[in-house]
């Protein structure tokens, strides 16, 4: 099975015609559905944006959130209208998807949940802190523990979503937007450094995936994810792989991944 897998689109920065042309190039593979792993748009215009692309491409489009799909908007109110959208399925809404017979697709947005690297002392400010109204203007210790709180949503829903999936499945795909490993947040062909990681890695679904892959050494798993603009990929363990997705303003790609 193939799908087409889109990341950091951001078809906010394309006019109408920019994105119709996308959509068709989306719509020439030769995909049975597609899988977006975040910041499609911003809070105001995902849903219209995200319509449009999925009556281009005619097929079934699942999708986690970004970052950036939050801007201008608050967390809770976003997802409420995500889990309501009928034109693509959100993931986390969506829960275990039967790819085929052997093959689950799952989700979750995931967070830059201020783990790794050095999150006391980063001078690294984000756009985040001031376009998403959940944290905007919040002091470091606030901000850090309401990261914390997002990424361990994440890694809860991603947890109960994978340990269904491998009642039947023997290969798990994950969308996620966030790298949830070190290893995979890459930029400009290297791994992110210590001041950046806090905020481009999430810890607490690195943990849950990890743990779930060491219990069942008879599946696999394969993340997708993006958030950095870097490409790489990174092997956490003999059964789970991680592959990052570059990206850049006003030129969204399309990459066929063969998931079964």
Known sequence: MRLAWL???????????????????????????VVITGDIAEADSVEPLLAELAAGVARPVWYVLGNHDYYGGAIGEVRTRARAFAAARWLPAAGVVRLTDDVALVGHDGWGDARLGNPATTPVELSDF??????????????????RRLGDDAAASLARDVAAALAWARHVVVATHVPPFRDACWHEGRISDDDWLPYFTCAAVGDALRAAMTARPDARMTVYCGHTHGGGEAQVLPNLRVVTGAAAYGAPTVRVIHVA
């Open 7 to 33: 990341t950091d689109v951001h078809l906010n920065f394309l006019d109408a015609a920019a994105r119709a042309r996308f959509a068709a190039e989306v719509a020439a593979t030769d995909t049975a559905g």
């Open 130 to 147: 001031y376009a998403i109204r959940d944290l905007a203007w919040l002091d470091r210790e606030t901000r850090a523990a309401a990261l």
